[in-house]
């Protein structure tokens, strides 16, 4: 099998990892009374679909580096903490803007 086989099936798995993480340590919902929490569901899905194609590019991009040695291990990870945590913190401030148009 070829290379960029295998970069898809890592990157389609770090994204359904990813996205996991993210809702498991701290469900956006939450804080949402009872009745409000489905529909804040429905848009937290529709705002990580909304992310995806961002989130796959930096992932083909960041990966392109690290195959042409422009990052090591180390800053691969930071790298993708930070993003993690910069695009997890834009759809929550999206999400609360959502949530207050309903």
Not at 34 to 61: H, S, V, Y
Not at 64 to 92: C, D, G, W
Request: proline share 7%; net charge positive; aromatic share 6%.
């Amino acid at each position: 099998m070829n290379r960029p086989w295998y970069r898809l099936v890592g990157l389609i798995f770090s994204l359904a990892l990813t996205s996991s993480i993210t809702s498991a340590a701290d469900p956006p919902c939450d804080k949402y009374p009872p009745a409000k929490q489905p529909r804040c569901m429905e848009i937290w899905t529709e705002l990580n679909k909304e992310d995806g194609p961002l989130i796959a590019q930096f992932g083909l991009d960041q990966q392109k580096r690290r195959e042409e040695s422009k990052i090591n291990a180390q800053q691969h990870l930071a790298e993708n903490m930070a993003f993690i945590k910069q695009s997890t913190e834009k759809r929550m401030e999206r999400l609360k803007e959502r949530m207050a148009k309903e």
